[in-house]
Structure formats: C-alpha cells, structure tokens
C-alpha cells in the first residue's frame, strides 16, 4: 500500500459544478497537508495548505482534512474551464526531515 | 514574493555534453530541492539541502550532481546523460524540509 493514494482520474465535470478531489493515506504521523495546482508543462503552484484537521477556505477553494479517517479533500466551487489541471495532494510529519510525500495527481477537466 | 526561478526554461543537450541548471529564491527559504518529474506523474524527489547542507540524495546516478553555493541558490550539473532522463526537472524551495514547497516553472530537458 502506497502512503498517499489519489485517484488519477481525469475528472470531467461542466462549468459551474463543486468539484471534490481527495486522498486517502496510511501515516498516521501526517500532520502537514498541502494541495498543488499543476498547469500542462509548468510547476505545480501550492493552492493551499493546512496544519490540523477542519476545514480551511480561500475563496472558491476549500480544504478539508479528517485525521480520523485519513482522508484528505479539496473542494472547488463554481468551478470554470481555467480550473482544468492536475491537482496533487501532499503530506508530511512534523519533525526531523520529513519531506512531503505526494500523490499521484487527479487530472480535472471542466468542460464549458 | 513567493517566487521561485529557474533558468533555463528548455535545455536540449547531447549525451556527451556538460550543463547546468540553474534556481534562485529570496523568501529566505532555508530547504531548497531538486525533482525529476516525467509526463503524467508525480515529481520524484532527487536532492534535498537544508542550510546549504546535503541532507538527502535519493540514490541519483553520479551524472547528476547538486550545488548549494549559497542560500538563494541551487544548482544542478549534468554531464553524460541518457536520453531517458529527458523530463521536467523541478526546482522548490521551503522554510524548513517539512513544509510546505514553492515551485519553480521547471526546465524541460531533452537529451539526444
């Protein structure tokens, strides 16, 4: 079992739809939790991040973290076509050098 | 500022050739990272420093060797490639290893 699991997709869904993107994991040493936003050809671009378990919101995103479950979210409201990307989950410990494991990337599409 | 830069932005190289991929940041960022990443999957992990310091080679062939000449910059010198490590190589940066990671746009190496 890998550490961090994300389904690759794509995700197709039309303009204007709450796009959910999730990842389960298996450390429950995780603390750290962190969403990318990655363009065809470019680098990722960290959207959001997070410290503890609840929600956190930045406009049109939300995320969202359930320790409990091991289970990561990140919702996007009234999504629209520049949207369309891969997004990556990432996670860490607290402590020593702990780098972020990633997952594999969901591809979202949002189609006008 | 929560740029991170790399030059250059494509590189195509010949498998006796020797170069350098260069990455600058100024958020006075004490982790700075190198990653490989090939189409359709998540960034691998090659080098970590912490503090100027090589805290983590993820057992990379010798071909690829990192530089830290200081804490805003980051080098990586290639020499004798194989074409297949033709691949984005991604460049971040962090306030500490754990943490979140600032992504540079990447340099699109093609090796011939």
């Known amino acids: 079992q890998k550490e961090v699991e994300q389904d690759p997709g794509p995700l197709s869904v039309p303009e204007g739809a709450i796009v959910s993107l999730n990842c389960t994991y298996s450390?429950?040493?995780?603390?750290?939790f962190m969403w990318y936003r990655q363009y065809s050809r470019k680098g990722p671009e960290l959207l959001m991040y997070?410290?503890?378990?609840g929600n956190k919101e930045d406009g049109r995103f939300t995320a969202q973290v359930d320790k409990s479950s091991k289970y990561i979210s990140l919702f996007i409201r009234d999504s629209q076509p520049s949207d369309s990307a891969t997004y990556l989950c990432?996670?860490?410990?607290?402590?020593?050098?702990?780098?972020?494991?990633f997952g594999r990337g969901t591809s979202l599409i949002v189609h006008p | 500022d929560t740029e991170v830069t790399q030059t250059p932005k494509h590189l195509v190289m010949g498998m006796t050739n020797k170069k350098s991929l260069k990455c600058e940041q100024h958020?006075?960022?004490?982790?700075m990272y190198w990653y490989k990443q090939k189409a359709k999957k998540p960034p691998e992990l090659m080098f970590v420093?912490?503090?100027?310091?090589?805290?983590i080679n993820e057992s990379v062939p010798s071909r690829f060797s990192p530089e830290c000449p200081n804490s805003s910059l980051l080098n990586l010198h290639l020499h004798a490639l194989q074409p297949e490590d033709s691949a984005l190589y991604l460049c971040?940066?962090?306030?500490?290893?754990?943490?979140?990671?600032?992504f540079g746009q990447g340099t699109r190496l093609t090796v011939v």
């Open positions: 971040a940066s962090s306030q500490k290893e754990n943490r979140e990671a600032f």
């Open positions: 450390n429950s040493a995780f603390q750290y």
């Open positions: 997070t410290y503890s378990s």
């Open positions: 990432a996670m860490s410990a607290s402590g020593g050098s702990y780098i972020p494991t």
């Open positions: 958020m006075g960022h004490r982790a």
């Open positions: 420093y912490s503090y100027e310091k090589l805290s």
